[in-house]
């Protein structure tokens, strides 16, 4: 099956500073979805970006399918954006199932 | 719009007990998920309905896990006997065309 890899799995920002967290996966997909996991467990959907560039306020998002790896930007970090985030993956051949890497933690500290 | 709903948020239980959960989908979504997630992990998927028709369970520890979806709306997810591993978030989503999941506030379920 599908292995998704993301990495860094741990980071500490300053609050201001910009970062990026990547996603790798095995095999092609025809569905990819970033998440962000709040400090209280809460998953809240940020992107769904099989390929393509997608921004969302200081959120921005980029898949290039065919070397299978997605990136999310998150610029001028705020301590909202502490919490774990998390890619995942599907395609066809697993029934649209989505396989999830571990996450990346971040802590923006003040 | 209303989000997933799911209750109980907390629940603690000894094991052997058995527990049930339930899950409201966002109007209008076919599909809904349960997962569990351990802490320190990524959400595992249990199953997934696609109205009230089983898509996939192949993660789903039968002989003690159920879940039923009866009428395509709701639905509940139980477990029975509950045993110490159990412990864990029970995230319930829903989506529309089995593209973006949305998903409820969780239930933390301790097994003592």
């Known amino acids: 099956g599908i292995q998704v890899e993301q990495s860094p799995p741990d980071l500490i920002l300053q609050e201001g500073a910009n970062s990026t967290l990547r996603c790798n996966f095995s095999d092609s997909v025809n569905n990819l979805q970033w998440f962000h996991q709040n400090p209280w467990g809460q998953l809240i959907n940020l992107f769904y970006i099989p390929s393509g560039t997608k921004q969302n306020g200081r959120l921005s998002a980029t898949t290039v399918a065919t070397e299978r790896y997605s990136l999310l930007y998150i610029s001028s970090s705020q301590t909202t954006d502490s919490g774990v985030y998390f890619c995942?993956?599907?395609?066809?051949?697993?029934?649209?199932?989505?396989?999830w890497g571990l996450g990346t933690s971040l802590a923006v500290n003040p | 719009e209303a989000g997933v709903a799911q209750s109980p948020r907390y629940k603690i239980i000894e094991k052997r007990q058995s527990v049930a959960f339930w899950c409201n989908p966002i109007s209008g979504h076919a599909t809904l998920y349960w997962y569990q997630q351990i802490l320190g992990q990524g959400p595992k998927l249990l199953i997934q309905?696609?109205?009230?028709?089983?898509?996939?369970d192949s993660q789903l520890p039968k002989d003690r896990f159920s879940a039923e979806r009866l009428k395509g709306v709701d639905s509940t997810l139980k477990i029975q006997p509950a045993k110490l591993e159990d412990s864990a978030v029970y995230l319930c989503?829903?989506?529309?065309?089995?593209?973006?999941?949305?998903f409820g506030p969780g239930t933390r379920l301790t097994v003592l």
């Open positions: 309905f696609q109205n009230n028709g089983v898509v996939d």
């Open positions: 989503a829903s989506s529309l065309g089995g593209r973006t999941q949305f």
């Open positions: 995942a993956v599907s395609n066809a051949g697993n029934n649209r199932k989505l396989i």
